[in-house]
């Protein structure tokens, strides 16, 4: 079961990172489109750059649960690395309980915000688009960071092959 759970949630996170990768791509090519028709043909696009803009949010957090799941967040380990492995564990539970928070507090921030532009039917200034659009894909990787989260707080972390052998040195001596 936590296996299959894990399988599942590598696959959401992978997902929701190629989305943002294919989001990355298009934005690439509008902009270009964007800067070209600016400067060669003297016609500035407003679509372009709205579009752009409105983008931006939802690239930032499509990827955090990845980079849970594969613990790609910078770590300052000066002072844990010279903890005992037992306290070391703990100190992992207490920054992963930090970032459920600070993730479930961003969570609420955008499911209230979605609601709030489905509710008031508020679209972009120019393209006219429904806000909610852009805050959808939002909520979907903070729920995802948040299960995420949890799974890795409760069902911990595999141990790394580095960490294994050190373990295993260890035990040997």
């Given at each position: 079961?936590?296996?299959?759970?894990?399988?599942?949630?590598?696959?959401?996170?992978?997902?929701?990172?190629?989305?943002?990768?294919?989001?990355?791509?298009?934005?690439?090519?509008?902009?270009?489109?964007?800067?070209?028709?600016?400067?060669?043909?003297?016609?500035p696009d407003g679509m372009v750059t709205e579009a752009t803009a409105l983008l931006l949010v939802p690239v930032?957090?499509?990827?955090?649960?990845?980079?849970?799941?594969?613990?790609?967040?910078?770590?300052?380990?000066?002072?844990?690395?010279?903890?005992?492995?037992?306290?070391?564990?703990?100190?992992?539970?207490?920054?992963?309980?930090?970032?459920?928070?600070?993730?479930?507090?961003?969570f609420a921030a955008a499911t209230k915000a979605m609601l709030k532009s489905m509710d008031s039917g508020a679209a972009s200034e120019i393209l006219l688009w429904p806000r909610f659009y852009f805050w959808i894909p939002v909520v979907i990787s903070l729920l995802a960071f948040c299960l995420s989260a949890l799974f890795l707080l409760f069902a911990g972390r595999e141990a790394q092959p580095s960490q294994r052998n050190v373990a295993d040195n260890e035990d040997t001596q």
């Open positions: 079961m936590k296996s299959l759970l894990l399988k599942r949630l590598n696959q959401l996170s992978l997902a929701l990172l190629y989305c943002g990768a294919a989001i990355v791509v298009v934005q690439a090519f509008w902009i270009t489109y964007g800067v070209g028709v600016r400067y060669l043909l003297d016609s930032a957090f499509l990827g955090v649960s990845y980079a849970l799941l594969n613990d790609a967040y910078p770590k300052v380990g000066l002072v844990r690395d010279r903890l005992p492995p037992s306290i070391q564990s703990w100190v992992d539970k207490l920054n992963v309980s930090v970032m459920l928070m600070v993730g479930g507090f961003f």
